[in-house]
């Protein structure tokens, strides 16, 4: 992505009518919002949307009922980094129109169905909105990003039936020999979530695993933990929810900052003597 000054005008607007509009719907943000968005704007992308035979884009996503709730970032973060590349090879600032040609060249579900749901043919639209900005005809597909990993981000990770037996294999006897024994306290049970992901990270390097299997393997484990964790000590309290922090002044900002240090480092000792603590539990573990 370009810096922020950089993202103005009407690449800007359609973004952020986007998210308007993902909002009234009860919606996370998705690339067919941010495709509305372009409609409602001005301009060469706008018009070419706006010419279907069928109902106007908005009515159209309004009424869909199999489009999902859930936000995917991965994929509009994804648009959104190809339309800014698209105008960067051209010598352009970002426009509504890269815009809707990485919507198009992206080719979500979501987004083809809501055009041919509105009468709108892709092809055309592509063509439209590149002549507006003032490309050929013939520019070929823009390169997409590559995807944020399965199970980062807001992106589902993979199916437990797609993950390396190896490794799943591994963690699987892991998820049965916990040292649940061991949790007395919430920092316990943070402790343990910790080793767990580390454990399941360093499996992945070991078997030279990319990183959708990394992330997927975590987002299994993980859960698998904490529901083995939430049976066996409901009283422990879960996860505690993340803050955000506020800006300090100078000197406090600093003080704040040395707190932080302390208290990274008091975690981390914590971490490592549950870790010593609980090896007798791992001893018999299976190797991937």
Known sequence: ???????????????????????????????????????GGRGPAAAAL????????RAVVTAAGDIPAGSAAYLHGQAQGAAVAL???????PAAEHLLVAL????????????????????????AALAGIGAPAGQPA????????AGSLDRPPLPVTELDERAWR?????????PLDSLRRAGHRQALSRLERDAASRLADRLGLDEDQRYSLIWHHDAAVEQQVAVA???????????????????????????????NRRVNLRDRWFKVRTLR???????P
């Open 233 to 263: 000590r409901p009283a422990l309290p879960g996860p505690p929810e993340p803050r955000v922090p506020r800006p300090l002044p100078g000197f406090l900002a600093v003080a704040a900052g040395w707190a932080v240090w302390v208290d």
């Open 104 to 127: 198009i060249d992206q080719g979500t579900a979501e987004v083809l169905h809501a055009l041919s749901r509105a009468g709108l043919d892709p092809a055309a639209i592509r063509g």
């Open 170 to 178: 591994v963690l699987a006897w892991r998820h049965d020999h916990l």
């Open 87 to 93: 105008a960067g090879s051209l010598g352009q600032r």
């Open 50 to 57: 706006a010419g279907g035979a069928g109902r106007p884009l």
């Open 1 to 39: 992505m370009v810096a922020g000054e950089e993202l103005s005008g009407s690449y800007l607007e359609a973004i952020q009518r986007g998210f308007q509009i993902a909002r009234e719907l009860g919606h996370g943000c998705r690339p067919v919002h941010f495709l509305v968005g372009v409609a």
């Open 281 to 287: 539990h791992y001893h018999a573990a299976p190797h």
């Open 142 to 149: 823009v390169s997409l990003p590559p995807l944020a990993p």
